[in-house]
């Protein structure tokens, strides 16, 4: 009987940066985060640390500010491993 293989993690940083629903900068943050290695590529991992950030956001865990920031503004993602991504208030989608 083969053992169940082990998930490989990637350590990532994330680079984010707030703005308010008009538009202008309002703080930044940095936090590191492990996600399952993933090798469908760039789009793939964007899609995870998004969906992260998104629920950090409602659990009121982002750095730099103590709101749930999507409610009312834009978070600007950025790391190595993947492309920038801009998340949007629930108000425009």
């Given amino acids: 009987m083969s053992e169940p ?6 350590r ?3 680079q984010l940066q707030y703005f308010k629903e008009s538009g202008k900068f309002y703080s930044e943050g940095e936090i590191e985060t492990e996600l ?7 789009i793939a991992i964007m899609y995870q640390i998004c969906s992260i950030v998104r629920q950090w ?3 009121q865990k982002l750095p730099g500010v103590v709101s749930d920031w999507l409610k009312g503004g ?3 993602i950025n790391c190595e491993e993947g492309y920038p991504c801009l998340l ?3 108000s425009e989608i």
């Fill in 5 to 10: 293989q082990k998930e490989e993690t990637k």
């Fill in 12 to 14: 990532i940083k994330l």
């Fill in 36 to 42: 399952p290695y993933n090798s469908k590529g760039q």
């Fill in 57 to 59: 956001s409602e659990e």
């Fill in 74 to 76: 834009f978070i600007h």
């Fill in 88 to 90: 949007v208030p629930e």
